[in-house]
């Protein structure tokens, strides 16, 4: 195959039963990086989701037992980080069949580093582009107007933009929502490259059929205040182990901390329209990828 489309035999497709919903596969590997509002945007699209959680003891399924397609969720640990994290390893090896097999997939933040790591790329733990954090222009390639699954969202959020007075720059940049320290660094030639930032030349990239994004659609703006006031909490010394962060109310924040989560929060709520929409657009061509993959995987066996 030559493009990311599934070629189904409408004939075969005829004797297929359609009553079920597809079944989509999210893998979180950190509940402080949760799905958000993904689900119900995936929801809406009438998929049924199966949660794996990793740092919790879930088992990771196998190639064949994903369903129809798969989602894979950031977190704070290195894709290179298998020693604390063993699970990496066979998820690594699961991306890699998920691409080789053509299956249906979005990757986001860490799930796309280890995805690059997985076809051959190269992912830095920290980025020697340094971190980006809060609000960034994602910069479209030429290839992002062309490509199969990325040009409709991308349409979608570009409207989205002009109906609220956000500049695209004809078309050519949107904002996106960012928490990264590490980045991909290097993508193999199978793999399209769709977009960059100032702060991460690999932003948005296809390989298969997975979309792989270092940006958060799934976030929200209070997300993106609670995540900034407390990592400018850590960086103030106001605790001596991130993992502290994560029991912190606001009332145990210095106020420059707040000060920058609510500086975020505002810049987050003035992308959220270009947010939202790519976010929707994202879910959409995923479940109709997932759908046309199920109903391929039905044809076969009819």
Known sequence: MTDATVPVDAAALAAVPTSTAPIITVI???????????????????????????????PLPSLDDLGDGLVVLGGPMSAHAEADHPWI???????????????????????????????????????????????????????AAADPLFSEIVDEAVRAAVRAGISTHDGTRLPVLVSHDDGVVSLPATATLLASSAGAPVQAWR??????????????????????????????GAVDDVEELKHLSDADLPAEALAAGRRVRADAERAEPVVQAFGRALARVLARQARAHRLHKASANV
């Open 207 to 236: 390989a298969g059929r997975l979309l792989a994004l270092q940006h958060h659609p799934e976030s929200t703006p209070v997300r993106m205040e609670r995540v900034e006031s407390r990592i400018t909490a850590w960086k103030l």
């Open 89 to 143: 390893t066979p998820l690594r090896d699961l991306l890699h069949g998920v691409v080789e097999t053509w299956v249906p997939a979005v990757a986001i933040c860490l799930g796309a580093q280890i995805a690059a790591e997985a076809i051959g790329g190269t992912t830095a733990a920290p980025s020697p582009y340094g971190t980006e954090r809060g609000v960034v222009d994602l910069e479209l390639k030429d290839a």
């Open 28 to 58: 979180e590997p950190e509940p402080q990086a949760p799905i958000g509002r993904l689900r119900e945007w995936l929801a809406a699209e009438g998929l049924t989701l199966r949660m794996v959680r990793p740092e919790a003891g879930d």
